[in-house]
């Protein structure tokens, strides 16, 4: 038997009281950031819901005004029509910019002509931006050949 035997027993009993600490400790820690992100969360939705109301009065504010120099029907489809063309904005602010040179570098030149949308350029759908670089450890391609400077065969009508 060697003469450090009985201290093996009190180092794995430290081990284990000091892992069961930590892991106390990292799950207090956890909860109160749960609280803290609970309460975030919840005063966020009470604020969603709050704007969603005043712009629903903010909206019957204007249909009324309008009605009062244009038939019913008239002030709610004026209406009716500037929700849905401030909604096309907001749509189109919140859609990513088209990626490009400007993209991979973090920066967008030209402020608003800069917010072209990439669904616009491939039919709708939208697509990832392309890597800056090629993966490493990949062969790079070769170069592109030039474009043929004359027209293809194609055969023409009525000729």
Do not use: C, F, N
């Amino acid at each position: 038997m060697k003469p450090l035997d009985h201290l093996e027993h009190l180092d794995k009993h430290l081990v284990d009281e000091l892992a069961q600490v930590a892991r106390e400790t990292v799950r207090d820690e956890l909860r109160e950031q749960a609280r803290g992100q609970r309460r975030k969360a919840a005063l966020y939705a009470a604020s969603g819901a709050l704007a969603l109301y005043a712009g629903a009065a903010l909206a019957l504010a204007v249909g009324l005004a309008l009605a009062l120099g244009l038939p019913d029907w008239a002030a709610a489809l004026i209406t009716a029509a500037i929700l849905g063309a401030l909604a096309y904005v907001l749509r189109g602010m919140a859609r990513p910019s088209r990626p490009g040179a400007d993209h991979a570098a973090g920066t967008a030149r030209g402020g608003d002509s800069a917010r072209q949308t990439a669904a616009g350029a491939v039919g709708g759908m939208p697509y990832p931006p392309a890597p800056p670089a090629p993966p490493a450890g990949t062969a790079a391609p070769g170069p592109v050949p030039p474009r043929p400077s004359e027209t293809p065969d194609v055969p023409h009508r009525g000729a």
